[in-house]
T-cell receptor
Framework: TQLLEQSPQFLSIQEGENLTVYCNSS?????LQWYRQEPGEGPVLLVT???GGEVKKLKRLTFQFGDARKDSSLHITAAQPGDTGLYLC???WGGGADGLTFGKGTHLIIQP | ETGVTQTPRHLVMGMTNKKSLKCEQH?????MYWYKQSAKKPLELMFV???????ENNSVPSRFSPECPNSSHLFLHLHTLQPEDSALYLC??????????????FGSGTRLTVV
């Protein structure tokens, strides 16, 4: 079974603080995607990382793909209440297999 | 509005009922998916359709029956469900050739409660 482990599962911090969440696997991904899901809605794609060591920035969010393409991190600077949500990582194993494999997600709450 | 529309948004059904979930996309995508999202579990892939052909059935019980009449529409037919089937059912679509780069587009889901 190819698993994606996300940590922490829950995180509650004050507005203005920085945070990092992690996504790890023992297997190599062809690519990895991060999604954010708000209550009552489906996940929305934030970013895709493809190359080992790749860093992508989306405003205050920084995504990094591990050199070995087995892990990824999401760092949020100066978190805001609007960042509250469930952050999901999803691995694409490639090789013709269809369907992404998702982690359980990190529930993030930013308190004003 | 994401471009993938799911109906109904909420559904309560008895264990002996038959109901159907509907998913529609007009993004020009050729792959469509059903996922199940339960509390404390990762999203579980149920079915995959590529160009209207089912390419994956992830050991889903036969009380769930998918149907894909064309590349824009996907259904999930439900019958004799169990209370543990209560969950958020998400539909997604993608373009197989660009999935790696652009990911999936998800609908808002159907919140299903089996009583």
């Amino acid at each position: 079974t190819q698993l994606l482990e996300q940590s922490p599962q829950f995180l509650s911090i004050q507005e203005g603080e920085n945070l990092t969440v992690y996504c790890n696997s023992s297997s190599v991904f062809s690519s990895l995607q991060w999604y954010r899901q708000e209550p009552g809605e489906g996940p929305v794609l934030l970013v895709t990382v493809v190359t080992g060591g790749e860093v992508k920035k989306l405003k205050r969010l920084t995504f990094q793909f591990g050199d070995a393409r087995k892990d990824s991190s999401l760092h949020i600077t100066a978190a805001q209440p609007g960042d509250t949500g469930l952050y999901l990582c999803a691995g694409d194993w490639g090789g013709g297999a269809d369907g992404l494999t998702f982690g359980k997600g990190t529930h993030l709450i930013i308190q004003p | 509005e994401t471009g993938v529309t799911q109906t109904p948004r909420h559904l309560v059904m008895g264990m002996t009922n038959k109901k159907s979930l509907k998913c529609e996309q007009h993004l020009g995508h050729n792959a469509m998916y059903w996922y199940k999202q339960s509390a404390k579990k990762p999203l579980e892939l149920m079915f995959v359709y590529n160009f209207k052909e089912q390419t994956e059935n992830n050991s889903v019980p036969s009380r769930f029956s998918p149907e894909c009449p064309n590349s824009s529409h996907l259904f999930l037919h439900l019958h004799t469900l169990q209370p543990e089937d209560s969950a958020l059912y998400l539909c997604a679509s993608s373009q197989p050739t660009t999935r790696t780069r652009y990911g999936y587009t998800f609908g808002s889901g159907t919140r299903l409660t089996v009583v």
